[in-house]
Structures are given as C-alpha cells and as structure tokens.
C-alpha cells in the first residue's frame, strides 16, 4: 500500500464538502425556479380572471347603455364642452359605480339604474372570488334633430372605465379595461322603398315594375343613373310580380324564399340583384338595417277646403283640405306646411317656387286617403327628392302616380301606399305597406339620401385599452 503524504491527507473530504455544496445549490435553484414558476403560474391566472371580469364589466356596460340608457334629453344642452370632455354644473358628467367615484348626470334614475347594474357584481366559483364594477363618463355630445318630428336628440360618446378585481389570501389582481363608445349616425332612408308590417306582401311591386338610383348631389337623373342600389325591404315580406326588377337588394327578415310571409317571392321573370336577411337577434340585422322610426308629433292643420282651379301661389302655415284640381297649378314657397289632405287630379300642377325645401306634415283626420296625388302632374323642379316632403303620421292610404318630375319624399311609417299609373318616382318611400302595380312604373332612389335624414343609432364600442395593477 502506497501512504499518502501528509499534503495529500483530507483531500477526498474537501472534495465531498464541494460536490455537496454544489448538490445543495442546484436543489436550492430547483426549488427556487419551481416556486417562481408556481407563482408566476398563479398570478397569470389571477391576471387572466381578472381581466375576463373586466371584459364582463365592459361589455355590461354596453348593454346597459344600449337597453337601459335614457337620454335626459332637454338637459343635455346644458352641458358644457371642456378640453377633458364634457361638464354638467361644473364636474365631468359621469355615471359612477367604482368605490371611490361619484355620479354627476341629470337623470337620477339612470345615475341608481347605472350603479344597480355595474356596481361590485360578485362573481364566485370554486376556489375563485372576485367581481367587477363600471364608471362611464361622457366625453363628447353633439346636438342633433330626429328628421320629420323636430324632436331634439343628440350623438353622445362615452368612455367606460371597466374594473375586474380577484380577491386571494397572497394579494389581490386588478385589471381595468377603458372601452370608448359611441352613437353611429344612421341613414333614415336607405331604401327606394321600405314597409314597417310585418305582413305578407308587406312591399308588393309588380306590373312589370323596376328600381334602380342616382345621385342628386352629383347631378341629374340622366347624368348620374346607376343600375344599382335601387334597393327595397320591409319587416316583412317582399313579393316580386312577373317581370319585375329590383336592382338592388331586398332586405328581409327571414332568409326562406317562396313562402309569403317569410323572405322573398318571386314571380317569373323576376329578378333582384341581392339578399340581406336578419339575424336571431334583431330583424334585418344586415347593412340597411333600418333605425328606430322616428314618432311625428301631432299635426295641428287648419280648417275648411282650399280648392284650386287655377294659378294659386301658397305661404308656409296651416291649412284645411287642399284639392287640386285639373288645370289648376298649386305653388308652394319653400316651408313647413300643416294641412288636413291633399289631392291632386287630371292635370293639376305642383311647383315649388323659388327653389327650396317644402314639407307637407298631414293630419288627415276623418279621412281613410289623406293624400291623393293621381294627376301624373307632381313637379319639384329642384331635381332634389328631398325638397319635397310628404310626413304622414296616420293609418290612411296615400295614393300616388308619380311623373317626370315627381321628386319627393314620402314618410309615412303607419300608411298604406299604392302607386300607380305606370309612372316615374324619384326619391325615398317609408310606409306601413307600399304596393307598386303598373306598366313598367319605376321607383328611382337618390343614393344622396344616405347622407340625409340621419338618426341616432345604437351604441357602439369603438376602441379598448387594459392595464394591470
């Protein structure tokens, strides 16, 4: 046996001490990279609930603005407009259910309604607890007008602070989420033709009829003509007669074809360019899905019958019962007109003169046809459907056979229409039920009324941001 010398003794020793140590460190780091993980394991998922609760505080939120909210309307005006957003008696205007904030909005019922619904909502599962809380806060108000009723409305754009929070024995998780949400303005008359029944046939065009549009801002019918967006729908159902054209869509409700009162029926020869069908949620949630029909106010008209036989010049006012008849010419000057009826035969003449925006509100009492136009002789020599208005707010019939002329527009949610006469209408139709029999009678939708008669839509998110405390 060879002795080690005295150098060499211990040696092993040291070498089992260092392979311990370095044993011992690695567990040691082990250990420490397991618990890290575990940790940041469980703070992800704190994070992510937290951040799914803040998500249902948003989207809570939405809804309530979208079922809930209403607006404090003539209040409104009094907000004042400030670099930060909106004030209302000298404070951001806000609806506040987050510990710690206030409400300042004119309404109480929605200042309790808001906080009801947003404020501290628990949400539990096993081995989970948390909840979720809304403020919203108002940061732009524009004034607007409902078309055909003069009722003040507004375009509002909120900013909702959304707070999702878990509550856990090693510490709590926050994530807030800041969603921006607004009022899209939406077209009123989008249609060359729409019916508010939900009936069969509630758009009936037949006789050879056919649709299709221009644009009076761009120019004249002739100039701007477009074998498109001549398009027709109803809550209801659209039913197309033989050899009848529609260039353009017909928006429904029910996607099934042929069979009245779901979708669309066609007739030989029939044809439409396309179909928007509606959702299970709401009735022709597509593109021309049509806003809330605005309500008219109650037409206050004159007395006693105005019969023109001749040359007759009218001032904007209230009149009685208007019978136009053949060979008279009847001239609006440009204004607000409140009238019983209107009739219109043989060849008797409208024109509006000078050149401006006339609109005929029609009470029609005691009468089942409150505006007859059957003279073929309708002239708005502006070229602009908009410049002549027909607003109706009744149950009667309207009947129309349009001309060479015949720009207008016709608002009558609760009527009846039928038109006739194998004639030419240029503009935009809203009724109860429109009914177009005739030789080849053509409805031509101004593609500018897109751009007009615009309503206050549904709220709508337009933006999101999340941060984490």
């Not at 856990?168 to 077209?187: I, K, S, W, Y």
């Not at 353009?248 to 669309?264: E, H, I, K, Q, R």
């Not at 008209?301 to 009218?314: C, D, F, I, W, Y």
Request: aromatic content about 8%; glycine content about 12%.
């Amino acid at each position: 046996m060879t002795n080690l010398s005295n150098g060499e003794r211990g040696v092993a020793l040291i070498v089992a001490l260092i392979v311990m140590l370095v044993l011992c460190s690695l567990a040691a780091a082990i250990l420490f990279v397991t618990e890290t993980q575990t940790w940041t394991t469980h703070n992800y998922r704190m994070e992510a609930q937290a951040r799914f609760l803040a998500d249902a505080a948003a989207q809570r939120a939405v809804n309530w603005f979208v079922n809930s909210y209403q607006t404090p309307g003539t209040i409104s005006p009094a907000y004042v407009v400030s670099t930060t957003g909106m004030l209302w008696n000298g404070a951001p205007v806000t609806l506040a259910a987050i510990d710690g904030e206030s409400s300042n909005f004119p309404s109480s019922a929605d200042v309790s309604s808001f906080y009801a619904a947003l404020h501290d909502r628990p949400v539990s599962a096993s081995g989970f607890q948390g909840s979720y809380s809304a403020t919203a806060t108002l940061i732009d108000w524009q004034a607007a007008t409902i078309p055909f009723s003069n009722q003040a409305s507004a375009i509002e754009t909120w900013q909702i602070t959304a707070q999702g929070e878990v509550t856990d024995p090693a510490g709590n998780a926050v994530v807030e989420e800041t969603v921006t949400l607004t009022q899209q303005q939406t077209p009123l008359m989008a249609f060359a033709a729409f019916a508010t029944s939900n009936a069969c046939g509630a758009v009936n065009l037949g006789g050879g009829a056919y649709t299709n549009s221009f644009d009076s801002s761009q120019g004249t019918y002739s100039q701007t003509e477009s074998s498109a967006n001549g398009n027709v729908g109803s809550q209801g159902n659209v039913t197309l007669g033989a050899g009848t054209t529609v260039n353009g869509t017909a928006s429904v409700p029910n996607p099934t074809m042929g069979a009245c009162p779901a979708g669309v029926t066609l007739g030989s020869n029939a044809s439409v360019t396309g179909l928007e069908v509606g959702g299970s949620e709401t009735p022709l949630d597509g593109l021309n899905d049509v806003p809330p029909m605005p309500q008219l106010a109650t037409v206050t008209p004159g007395t006693g019958t105005l019969s023109v036989g001749q040359a007759m010049s009218l001032v904007p006012g209230a009149y009685g019962d208007i019978a136009l008849a053949s060979g008279g010419t009847l001239t609006f000057a440009p204004g607000s007109y409140y009238i019983n009826s209107l009739s219109v035969s043989g060849s008797g003449t409208i024109t509006i003169s000078p050149a401006g925006q006339v609109i005929l509100y029609v009470a029609g009492n005691g009468l089942s046809t409150p505006v007859s136009l059957t003279g073929n002789s309708l002239t708005n020599n502006t070229g602009v459907p908009a410049d002549f208005q027909i607003v109706y707010g009744g149950t009667g019939t309207i009947q129309i056979a349009g001309g060479s002329a015949a720009y207008a527009v016709v608002y009558a949610p609760g009527a009846s229409v039928e038109m006739t006469g194998g004639s030419d209408w240029y503009g935009s139709i809203i009724s109860n039920s429109f009914n177009e029999m005739g030789n080849k009678t053509a409805l031509h939708y101004d593609r500018n009324l897109v751009n007009q008669y615009l309503v206050p839509g549904p709220f709508q998110a337009v933006s999101i941001s999340r941060n984490k405390y």
